[in-house]
């Protein structure tokens, strides 16, 4: 069983290969006596790969299966994750931190959804338990070991028997949850899963949500695991694991194995790339609810985190990127617009074409079915044309165009979310996705791989003969293999590295070859890798980088700095780098290894006769094409598109444009033939006063992709812990007037004011020449408070034009003022806040001004503390602005200026009438709220609705107020906009367009709109906040939420600290507010409990939701969190929060929430405040919950 060694005799037996995914099961069996290889395609099912072995060997049904030797991956895990069908858990986690996992990080999972639905926790019960230790692993809290097992007696009584085990700071000493975990086993729990043996690195949320996932899924796997073994008697079993490596099937846990079928798809496109010497690889594995994107140069990308079904997840895992875009993808009209995807069919009821009772929707399948892709004699299911002509005809009809029309458009579009998924996978990691051939599988990929590589410049595409099942085929060529991995405890990197790590080396590959000799394996086939997770001090993004035997310093800094500069566009020499982590892999060979067979057709030969020729789509047209037999095209075979080649397990079609050349009896290459790109880009889309639907919807996701790509390069080369890690950024893309065309969803307060900053800065300097890039933050030009610098780069045609701008604005550690930070809570002027730039250019010709910006940011009484600091980070927002302007000058080479000069026009418009469609939908008349601020500054609006057009007017609201809750206009126009946005419910994007039907008037002077000089950084992060509330309550769309960010500020003369703390979201009619989350106009992240510890001197004591805080109502508030801090040496403390004084109100008869409380020590403080605070000292933040919606009595 397992992976033991075999008598001799048993030596020559079959070989299965399988992968199950969420539609079909996948087999290849491996003949043991002529080496030939079957294949199956089954319907998945649990006894799918049982099924696909007995119809390989053409036994029937219930008759026995000889031993053999399998291999395989499976979806099992994250279906169960998807649907929530894993294994009932419990958590035992340290005091005071039972809601942790519920929290995470504290943002929400679309920022524009007022009903925020947050994944649903894989544990069903939570014991809290007094073990906890500090930052060193020095136990400081022990368990009462009675108290525990009453607990967890009164858990396992209510018939749970699987158990996660979380422990603060686990990961340095696992003695306290070995004690939890011994109580847990003499009480019966039949699995339990401890924190620091699943994932032993710092990070409590990550590492216990990982934790939980285990005992969720670990007891699944293991009875599905039990059941085939049970049906396969003298078999050996090995499970495919997320890494890309096997593992025998009794030790698969539930951790690694989530991505244990797309794995193997990674494994096989890098055997193919490897043989064929190819320099890249792009694997390109698209199945029917999904795709699966990966790239390879010569060693797997991996990951050690991810998110997957909304859970955090620690394992080494593949780097694939998932897009929800595959067979059963969804195509509809909304809006002037065709859509495909997000959301899919799925494999039950599937397509319209499958012919199940229950398929309502038209999807990717039936569209290739339509336009001839896919040929249904050649389809492992029988196939129904008629009701996919019904769905085509009904969406015809309501979009205006003929039926094959929309088909094609429906596959331009499907076809366009890859690329752009491609693109951003290659940009992340700093490719030029041009340089790399795209290897295609996965039963539907040959159909659309033409069409990619067209919109991506690739020209050279692998098909191997079992591409349609290629994941399956890398189960039969992965290795067995083993990882572990341990903390590092922030080791330095100097002289003494290599003794700091060879403990942790030598345990852990001592751990790896003792799990492999008892999977089967002799010494000499066991090799060991050696790694270390290296980052500047003072990050947290590590860099994996190979260790050889000897850890010399010298050479570690080398290849970090290399890999740095490589992903992140620089590096720090001489500045601190430490070892986050120490990983081991131990791995069994599977096979010698790979022969170079490079990419060369032999001499060419005939083409044999077609089957027979058909309509097809291909390119941008409807064409008669042949028709081939894969098995038919011997090596020399050369045939120009357009051409359908057909085998058992998919379709590959060749475009107008490609050739096919069949290389061997294994692999066929296509190539581009000609640089068709431009060419059918121009020819189907045209500038017109008219939007075309398709290229309407391919014109949003292009422009919010440069948007996303901007903000992956920004992240990647900033050096501020406040964009890398909390993600305090935005990035954008504006027409030639400033007027804001797309947005990636980063945070919403930046977004909506971003425009007048652009807007200003093009006043400022009206003709700005080719080169010049500018920054500011100004509040009276569009800023929102001074540490958010706005780099705005003006983008000119080949002939010196101006013609769009792209723009980034990010949070920085510090401009000045008179606090570390540049937040102080009772700052009177701006001055106070920080250094001001006022449109100054930066970058003149192409040249980054130093001394200009040095001169700025020194500049006023309170200058900037680090100004080396604001330059890494400007110079990541020019990188990021650079990134974006050369992918708008792609765009206009692949459809020319004047078509995406009116599609920049079109998005807009769209987004207009998206919004006057919901605005008619209001009322007529005038919907009016008015709150206050605790301070009594009234927030006042009346929101006029006539038809489809609104006016949203805050007369009535106070003057601007002496202290700094003030808010730039910009800010009050960023809110309107971010509700407006918000009403819609639509991925459209948000810009300018939201606004057309919009008059805002607000009254100069007042605390919405101050006059210049007035003190700002309070009403960027507090009163935005009551301005969404009051005009979400005036449309009566939902009660208040906490109406604060809870900005928290510590530190002394060596460091600062600065966060902002999460609470209740308001209840609306027909939904409950969600708990322990940022609402509005934020979203940034929060440090976890042990970074936070681990960096700082200070004690996390509780981190929580503050129950019972959310408003009553038929529908509730939402409960804010506690979050309490003991300081461990002096220093100062600041705290800028609102909702202390007035609760957030209820609506239509809810109950308020309750208002926020700030104390020192028990004792009340006010809610803005600066102390001086002793070690021992405690500050506890109750963030205010939401309020409620409709009478309690009618609580649902």
């Not at 499970?239 to 096997?246: E, F, H, K, P, V």
Request: hydrophobic share 40%.
């Amino acid at each position: 069983m397992g992976g033991r060694r075999r008598p001799r005799g048993e030596a020559r037996r079959w070989q299965f290969w399988i992968d199950r995914g969420g539609t079909f099961t996948d087999c290849l069996g491996r003949d043991p006596v002529t080496g030939a290889i079957r294949v199956a395609k089954v319907l998945s099912s649990d006894r799918a790969p049982l099924d696909g072995i007995r119809r390989i060997l053409g036994r029937s049904d219930g008759d026995p299966i000889p031993p053999c030797d399998i291999r395989m991956g499976t979806t099992i895990a994250t279906n169960a994750l998807l649907e929530r069908k894993g294994t009932p858990c419990a958590l035992a986690i340290t005091r005071g931190f039972r809601d942790l996992l519920a929290i995470g990080n504290q943002t929400r999972p679309d920022i524009f959804a007022i009903d925020i639905r947050k994944p649903e926790a894989l544990y069903t019960r939570v014991v809290e338990v007094d073990a906890r230790c500090d930052a060193s692993g020095r136990a400081v809290v022990e368990p009462d070991i009675d108290a525990l097992r009453r607990s967890l007696r009164e858990v396992r009584g209510a018939g749970i028997d699987s158990l996660a085990v979380v422990v603060l700071h686990a990961y340095r000493s696992g003695a306290l949850e070995r004690v939890i975990g011994d109580v847990a086993r003499d009480l019966g729990f039949r699995h339990v899963s401890l924190s620091h043996e699943v994932a032993a690195e710092i990070g409590m949320v990550g590492r216990g949500d990982t934790t939980v996932v285990d005992a969720y899924l670990t007891p699944l796997l293991r009875d599905y695991v039990a059941g085939l073994l049970r049906e396969l008697p003298g078999s050996s079993l090995r499970m495919m694991q997320s890494s890309g490596g096997l593992t025998d099937a009794r030790r698969f846990r539930g951790r690694n194995a989530v991505l244990s079928g797309p794995a193997a798809g990674v494994v096989a496109t890098a055997h193919l790339a490897r043989e064929a010497g190819l320099p890249g690889a792009i694997g390109f594995d698209m199945g029917g609810t999904s795709t699966d994107v990966s790239r390879y140069d010569g060693a797997y990308e991996r990951v050690y985190e991810t998110e997957v079904a909304g859970v955090r997840l620690r394992a080494p895992m593949m780097a694939i990127h998932t897009v929800a875009a595959g067979g059963g993808s969804i195509c509809r009209a909304r809006g002037g617009r065709l859509t495909v995807g997000p959301d899919s069919a799925g494999a039950d009821p599937g397509p319209l074409c499958y012919g199940r009772a229950g398929a309502r929707d038209l999807t990717v399948t039936d569209v290739n079915l339509a336009l001839g892709r896919v040929l249904p004699d050649r389809f492992p299911l029988p196939l129904c044309r008629e009701p996919v002509d019904a769905a085509l005809a009904a969406l015809a009809s309501r979009v205006g165009r003929p039926p094959e029309e929309v088909a094609a458009g429906l596959f331009a579009i499907a076809n366009h979310n890859m690329a752009e998924a491609i693109r951003q996978v290659t940009i992340a990691r700093g490719r030029d996705v041009r340089d790399d051939a795209l290897v295609v599988f996965g039963g539907a990929g040959g159909q659309h791989a033409c069409a990619i590589a067209r919109q991506l410049g690739i020209r050279t595409l692998l098909f191997h003969r079992f591409a349609g099942v290629l994941s399956a085929y890398g189960m039969g060529l992965a290795d067995v293999t083993w990882h572990g991995e341990a903390d590092a405890g922030r080791l330095a990197v100097d002289a003494g590295i290599a003794g700091a790590l060879e403990p942790a080396f030598a345990r852990l590959a001592a751990a790896g070859r003792a799990a492999l000799r008892a999977d089967g394996f002799t010494p000499d086939q066991i090799h060991t890798v050696r790694r270390v997770d290296l980052r500047y001090r003072g990050t947290e993004t590590p860099i994996p980088v190979d260790v050889d035997d000897r850890a010399d310093a010298a050479a570690l800094r080398a290849a970090f700095e290399a890999a740095h500069e490589r992903l992140f566009g620089y590096a720090r020499p001489g500045h601190p780098i430490e070892v986050a982590a120490v990983r081991v892999e131990t791995i069994a060979r599977a096979r010698p290894p790979d022969a170079r067979r490079p990419l060369v057709a032999p001499a060419e030969r005939p083409a044999p006769p077609p089957l027979r020729r058909t309509r097809v789509w291909a390119g941008d047209r409807f064409c008669d094409a042949p028709v081939y037999a894969r098995e038919s095209l011997a090596p020399g075979v050369r045939i120009a598109g357009p051409a359908i080649v057909v085998e058992d397990t998919g379709t590959v079609v060749v475009d107008p444009g490609f050739a096919l050349a069949a290389i061997d009896a294994d692999r066929i290459a296509v190539t581009a033939t000609a640089a068709t790109t431009t060419a059918t880009a121009r020819r189907r889309a045209r500038a017109s006063d008219r939007p075309d639907p398709v290229q309407l919807e391919i014109f949003n996701n292009r422009f919010m992709s440069i948007a996303t790509q901007m903000g992956a390069v920004l992240r990647r080369t900033a050096l501020s812990t406040n964009i890398r890690e909390r993600l305090d950024f935005s990035c954008a893309v504006f027409d030639r007037d400033g007027g804001l065309v797309a947005n990636a969803p980063h945070i919403p307060v930046h977004l909506g004011a971003m425009g007048e900053s652009v807007r200003c800065t093009l006043a400022a300097h009206p003709d700005p020449q080719p080169g010049d890039v500018y920054a500011t933050n100004d509040p009276a030009a569009g800023g929102s408070h001074l540490p958010d610098i706005t780099v705005v780069t003006p983008v000119h045609d080949d002939r010196g034009v101006l013609r769009f701008f792209t723009a980034s604005r990010g949070h920085h550690a510090d401009v000045g003022g008179i606090t570390p930070g540049s937040m102080p809570p009772f700052s009177r002027s701006i001055d106070e806040e920080g250094a001001v730039l006022r449109a100054l250019r930066i970058v003149r010709g192409g040249r980054f001004d130093e001394a200009a910006v040095r001169a700025a940011l020194s500049a006023g009484p309170w200058p900037a503390r680090d100004p080396d600091a604001n330059i890494a980070d400007l110079q990541a927002q020019i990188a990021a602005n650079r990134t974006g302007a050369r992918l708008l000058r792609d765009t206009i080479d692949e459809y020319g200026l004047a078509v995406v000069d009116a599609y920049m026009r079109h998005v807009q418009d769209n987004a207009a009438a998206e919004v006057a469609t919901e605005i008619a939908a209001l009322p007529d008349g005038d919907h009016a709220f008015e709150d206050a601020l605790d301070d009594g500054t009234p927030i006042c609006v009346r929101i006029s609705v006539s038809g489809d057009r609104m006016t949203v007017d805050f007369s009535g609201t106070g003057p601007q107020v002496d202290g700094n809750l003030n808010a730039p206009r910009a800010v009050t126009v960023a809110a309107v906009l971010y509700v407006l946005r918000a009403l819609v419910g639509a991925p459209i994007p948000l810009n300018s367009g939201c606004l057309r039907n919009v008059s805002i008037r607000v009254p100069p002077g007042s605390v919405l709109d101050p006059a210049p000089g007035a003190a700002v950084c309070g009403g960027n992060v507090e009163t935005s906040q009551r301005v969404v509330d009051v005009l979400l309550a005036a449309l009566g769309k939902a009660a208040a939420s906490q109406g604060t960010m809870n900005n928290l500020t510590f530190g002394d003369d060596t460091f600062g600290y600065y966060e902002t703390i999460a609470g209740g979201a308001g209840a609306g009619p027909g939904f409950h507010g969600a708990s322990g989350v940022h609402t509005h106009m934020t979203n940034t992240r929060i440090t976890g409990p042990e970074v936070l510890e681990a960096r700082y001197p200070v004690r996390l004591v509780q981190f929580s939701l503050r129950r019972g805080s959310g408003g009553a109502g038929r529908w509730r508030g939402g409960d804010g969190v506690v979050r309490e801090i003991e300081l461990l040496r002096p220093m100062c403390v600041s705290i800028l929060s609102e909702r202390r004084a007035r609760a957030p109100f209820g609506l239509a008869g809810g109950h308020p929430g309750a208002p926020g409380r700030n104390l020192h020590n028990g004792a009340p403080l006010p809610g803005k405040v600066e102390l001086d605070a002793a070690a021992g000292d405690r500050i506890r933040i109750e963030t205010p919950g939401g309020g409620g919606y409709g009478p309690p009595d009618q609580a649902t």
